[in-house]
């Protein structure tokens, strides 16, 4: 009986540790601290994202009731916190003690266990034995501190963002939730053709940051561009690598991100967005299917013309300052956009489907001779390139994916016979392919966006602005 309540108040005292992280956590995200927050979740191997916090609980409103308390039972506040009397030290000379700290406890571990790998336990960490409190302290420190302190993602807080506060910060941190955290791994070389639409997204992002002194008066950058043309020829991509190859913030936003069924949410949240765009320049916008957000005004409803009117007047303050935040935005379906959308986008590049050299230079990279999957390629570009116009990037990719599955099907039959799931798999050979098999692909895979071309070739030459 004992054994079983000392065991409750354990598993009690574990679950409140165990919360307390989790309120830490959730509060750090709620103000803007993402590294940090990150840091401690991943110092916890991902323990912190296995929970969340329960409706009407955060960390402040913890605290506001521990002060209501304490003042209705001693009829004063609490003090929480005080300065601390030693001196403050410098960076470097913190990540030099907690790097010195932490090798002591390793070198400690390694003594008590002969083992070829780390691995800190319980028994572990009772076993050291720290010599004073300043260890002691550091002990507790997170092993990615030199993540936080470098700014590995150069993100501000969002505390420190001016009039964040109430709703402000609820929609301020679900616009944060599109901004790229990582590298999509997209560069600019990895985009064949598109040489003018790269061409103007470097002016308008790359060189005015790079050469700020050139771009004043009339030469300031371009604050909007518009790509538009048929679906799969590299809109998405070219924005990718916008995201990966420039030193921006980038937003990536969707009708989903600003689409609010709150009336007013759909206004505030587009001000928000470009608000915090300014906070976090230089910075990229990138509005997807722009067409879904931004169509012709007329029979819609009054929350969606307010909405569109408050992105339209967001983009003339951008026009009217010095700010380096820009708007790409991306369309299959240019001639439903709103004018007044259209003017705000001053650059307007249409994104084709691939010219011949593109088209091999497509085919050279899904397929080359010499390759990692063990398929052997003998292709004659010349014999097929023709047959191919009209064809979209994606469209090449699915015609150069479904050539290479041929010779694996050959070969399913086999591998079902194998009865003995360790037989030698290097004795199965797969055949060559083949110009013959990529004609018989062709044949079977059409074009998703020829009948379109001469639409949008015509809404080029009333709209283009290269």
């Not at 076993?127 to 550091?138: G, P, Q, V, W, Y």
């Not at 935040?325 to 994104?351: Q, T």
């Not at 085919?363 to 014999?383: A, F, G, K, M, V």
């Not at 010779?407 to 591998?415: G, H, S, T, Y």
Request: glycine letters at 6%; aromatic letters at 8%.
């Amino acid at each position: 009986m004992v054994s079983l309540c000392l065991l409750k108040d354990e598993q009690r005292t574990d679950m409140r540790r165990k919360s307390l992280l989790v309120l830490i956590y959730h509060h750090l995200m709620g103000q803007g601290y993402m590294e940090a927050a990150l840091a401690l979740d991943q110092e916890t191997n991902g323990g912190m994202r296995k929970f969340e916090v329960c409706d009407n609980i955060d960390l402040e409103m913890v605290l506001m009731e521990y002060e209501s308390y304490h003042y209705v039972k001693f009829q004063k506040y609490p003090k929480l916190i005080k300065k601390t009397t030693e001196p403050v030290l410098p960076i470097n000379s913190f990540l030099n003690q907690i790097n010195h700290t932490l090798s002591n406890v390793i070198n400690h571990i390694n003594r008590v266990q002969s083992i070829n790998y780390i691995q800190i336990h319980k028994s572990d960490l009772k076993k050291i034995t720290l010599t004073n409190h300043e260890e002691c302290n550091s002990n507790m420190i997170l092993f990615s501190t030199n993540l936080i302190l470098t700014g590995a993602f150069g993100w501000k807080p969002l505390s420190g963002f001016p009039g964040i506060t109430g709703e402000m910060r609820e929609l301020a941190i679900i616009i944060s939730r599109d901004i790229y955290l990582h590298s999509p791994n997209v560069r600019w070389e990895d985009i064949i053709g598109l040489e003018d639409a790269k061409r103007l997204v470097k002016e308008a992002v790359v060189y005015p940051i790079k050469y700020p002194q050139l771009f004043t008066g009339i030469l300031s950058p371009w604050k909007g561009l518009l790509l538009y043309g048929p679906p799969g020829t590299g809109k998405t991509m070219l924005a990718k690598a916008v995201a990966t190859e420039c030193n921006t913030t980038f937003f990536n936003i969707s009708a989903s991100s600003i689409v609010s069924k709150w009336r007013g949410d759909s206004e505030k949240l587009v001000r928000v967005l470009f608000e915090l765009a300014r906070y976090h320049a230089p910075s990229t916008i990138f509005l997807d299917e722009l067409e879904s957000v931004m169509g012709q005004r007329g029979g819609e409803h009054e929350g969606s013309r307010r909405m569109k009117t408050e992105l339209l007047v967001q983009m003339d303050g951008l026009a009217r300052s010095d700010d380096l935040v820009f708007v790409l935005a991306a369309s299959n379906l240019p001639w439903e956009l709103d004018h007044a959308m259209l003017r705000r986008l001053e650059k307007r590049i249409l994104v084709g489907l691939p010219s011949s050299p593109a088209r091999q230079a497509m085919i050279s990279h899904w397929l080359p001779p010499e390759n990692n999957n063990n398929l052997l390629i003998n292709l004659t570009l010349c014999c097929f390139l023709k047959d191919m116009e009209g064809y979209s990037g994606s469209d090449i990719t699915l015609v150069c994916k479904e050539a290479a599955m041929r010779p694996v099907r050959k070969i399913f039959d086999a591998l079902e016979s194998l009865h003995n799931s360790d037989a030698d798999m290097t004795a199965i050979c797969l055949e060559t392919v083949t110009t013959a098999d990529f004609m018989e692909v062709i044949a079977h895979t059409k074009p998703s966006a020829r009948s379109l071309m001469d639409r949008y070739t015509a809404w080029e030459k009333e709209y283009q602005s290269v």
